[in-house]
């Protein structure tokens, strides 16, 4: 076991949206899930990748959603990737280059997210496989979303009417009417190895359209995607605070494995899970501290304590200051 697959908040919020919009009771179908039930909130966060696939598979069939992949990938477009990826992209000597750059930085999209290329004729073929989750039903859902930004990825360079000559699902998928009419230039191919689509190589050399505007963009913070349990659980967490926090079973069932299994890697680590939990609150207050017109009470509760009374005991176990003194030095500091 080396962590748990994580994808971003913003590749679950369409679906949500449109359980939404169908009146679903979208909360407690999340919290079902085991995933934070206010997903807005969550768009550049990480979570479980599993129960995402659960919620979109389940809901799909018991709201009575066709083919609700397809739906979803009609909203994407190139600003759900991560804006280190789009940045990436649009400042990209070529096409040929930012499919390679992609390649590389993929999991900053899906943690266990594998792009790369392979020739094919005159054509390139952009592949994209989801791994760890072999058996999963109706994988469609998510290779619709892999299949379609990576069409937009394309577009950036070649022109937003590009259409694919084929479009490949790794699951064994028919699309519907709609969907065929929609990509009514495309050919669908189903049970392949991987989900892919081709671009001819008379495109690869194209520089991007628009090149990337610093000026636009708040800065992002670098997040890094380690390849072990406590670096996925340090950043997939902090979406769930303020609300119903995982327990070490949820953990257990995300990372599919044991709970004593999960609990002698963490011990491994030399971590317990509580431990995790106090570190990621604690991250998170640190920064929302640092924000003057911010209440402590407010701080308190967003982080899942019940009162201010708690979260400063909590905070000055970890920090030997209360959460007042920490702010007042550092904002101090900085003037």
């Excluded at 009146?23 to 899930?33: D, F, I, M, N, Q």
């Excluded at 759900?80 to 990826?85: A, F, T, V």
């Excluded at 930085?105 to 094919?120: G, M, S």
Aim: aromatic share 10%; proline share 5%.
């Amino acid at each position: 076991m080396s962590k748990i697959p994580l994808t971003r908040g913003q590749f679950l919020l369409p679906f949500v949206q449109i359980l939404d919009t169908l009146g679903a009771p979208v909360e407690s179908l999340l919290e079902k899930y085991k995933l934070p039930p206010s997903i807005e909130r969550c768009t550049t966060d990480y979570l479980p990748i599993r129960n995402c696939l659960q919620f979109a598979e389940k809901t799909s069939y018991s709201q009575g959603i066709s083919d609700f992949g397809y739906l979803v990938s009609r909203q994407a477009n190139f600003n759900y990737l991560s804006e280190r990826n789009r940045k990436m992209v649009r400042n990209s000597s070529s096409l040929f280059s930012a499919l390679k750059n992609l390649c590389a930085n993929a999991h900053l999209e899906d943690t266990n997210l594998r792009v790369f290329l392979v020739p094919y004729g005159n054509s390139l073929r952009l592949c994209s496989q989801l791994n760890g989750i072999k058996g999963f039903p109706h994988l469609e859902h998510s290779q619709w979303l892999q299949n379609v930004l990576l069409i937009h990825v394309v577009r950036e360079f070649i022109g937003h009417d590009w259409i694919p000559e084929n479009i490949a699902f790794e699951s064994q998928y028919h699309p519907t009417f709609e969907a065929q009419e929609h990509w009514n230039r495309s050919r669908f191919h189903s049970g392949q190895s991987y989900s892919w689509i081709d671009i001819p190589e008379k495109y690869l050399h194209l520089p991007p359209i628009n090149r990337w505007n610093d000026t636009d963009q708040k800065a992002s913070e670098e997040i890094s995607i380690s390849s072990d349990l406590v670096s996925s659980l340090k950043i997939m967490l902090p979406s769930y605070l303020g609300g119903k926090v995982p327990t070490v079973a949820d953990i257990a069932e995300m990372a599919n494995t044991s709970i004593r299994s999960l609990q002698r890697t963490l011990s491994e680590s030399g971590w317990s899970y509580r431990q995790i939990l106090n570190t990621v609150k604690f991250e998170q207050a640190t920064k929302l501290l640092l924000i003057p017109e911010t209440k402590i009470s407010e701080i308190a509760l967003s982080l899942g304590y019940t009162d201010a009374a708690h979260f400063t005991r909590a905070f000055r176990e970890m920090a030997g200051v209360s959460p007042s003194q920490f702010r007042k030095f550092h904002l101090e500091s900085d003037r």
